[in-house]
């Protein structure tokens, strides 16, 4: 570690990630002996922090729960980090453009200018979607979910009130989603967050239920995908295209098997929500291609060819 305003940094931001420190331990983490360490929670604690001290044999030390924090101090990686979070939020999907360039621009007249030049050098530009969330509806939601209160909201034009029980907030591909348990319907539902209407909190507690698979977002992306619980297409296929593997690559979905088997040949596998959607998808590359497996996408693709043929002949 350099020198003592450093390491004071650094001690600062271990305390505020883990609350309870071994007092060994975080010598170690510091590189520094066990009076060293003594010493600059003594400085912290004239700055303002509350740190207290941790009985036992081999002693510790932790940030006070609820402490009311003096301005925080950052090291150079965290606060790129926070530069770099809010240059890209307008990309997350909620609607927060405005808010986080001005904080952005308040982040960057405290940096030393070493930081400003690092994070200058990062033109980071943006393409939000045409869905946007509001900050109030995406905050209420996800203190639902914090506090495990029940919610109720209405859902884009349904006139019905939901009554859910509220699990986890997901983001996905620039939208968010809440992952609940419906009352109504006894069931795990996904509910676009852009789309939810809160109603008054209801301060009724309830207890979580286990999410299948114990990973929420891959039950949403499960969900997209058409699979019950596991984060798999549930149609895999395999067909050999008249193509380049390099001039197809650009245009197939992050979990597509691609083998070049020649200049100007490639076997593709990937996956669809159904056998039909599959066929299609195989079709659209727009190139010769010959069906290697399953039956039952041989059996889609002899299916769609037919409506194809229909569709031209009316």
């Known amino acids: 570690m350099s020198g003592p305003s450093s390491r004071m940094l650094a001690l600062l931001s271990l305390l505020q990630v883990h609350r309870d420190w071994p007092g060994d331990e975080l010598a170690g983490r510091l590189e520094v002996s066990p009076r060293t360490l003594r010493r600059d929670v003594d400085r912290l604690r004239e700055l303002g922090y509350r740190v207290e001290a941790l009985r036992g044999p081999a002693g510790g030390y932790r940030l006070a729960a609820g402490s009311d924090l003096p301005p925080l101090l950052f090291d150079d990686d965290q606060a790129v980090a926070i530069a770099l979070a809010l240059a890209v939020a307008p990309a997350s999907g909620a609607d927060i ?32 979607g045409p869905i946007r969330t509001d900050p109030e509806v995406l905050v209420a939601v996800s203190e639902a979910v914090h506090l495990r209160e029940l919610l109720r909201f209405g859902y884009g034009d349904d006139e019905t009130l939901h009554r859910v029980e509220p699990h986890a907030v997901v983001a996905r591909n620039g939208r ?68 380049s593997a390099r001039t197809i690559a650009p245009y197939l979905p992050a979990d597509a098997e691609l083998e070049p088997l020649g200049p100007d040949r490639c076997r593709l596998t990937r996956g669809s929500w159904s056998w039909e959607g599959l066929a299609a998808a195989f079709a659209a590359s727009a190139a010769d291609y010959a069906v290697e497996g399953p039956e039952e996408l041989r059996s889609a693709t002899a299916g769609l060819a037919e409506r194809l043929r229909g569709a031209s002949a009316r």
């Open 97 to 128: 453009a405005e808010s986080a360039a001005r904080a952005l621009a308040t982040v960057r007249q405290v940096m030393p200018a070493r930081l400003r030049t690092r994070i200058d050098a990062v033109e980071a530009l943006t393409t939000p």
């Open 176 to 243: 968010w989603y809440l992952l609940d348990w419906d009352l109504e319907r006894q069931d795990w539902r996904t509910h676009r967050i852009d789309r939810i209407t809160p109603r008054m909190r209801t301060r009724v507690p309830f207890t979580p239920r286990a999410i299948p698979g114990g990973d929420a977002a891959a039950f949403v992306s499960a969900r997209f995908k058409g699979s019950a619980h596991e984060d798999v297409w549930p149609c895999v296929g395999t067909a050999v295209l008249e193509v």
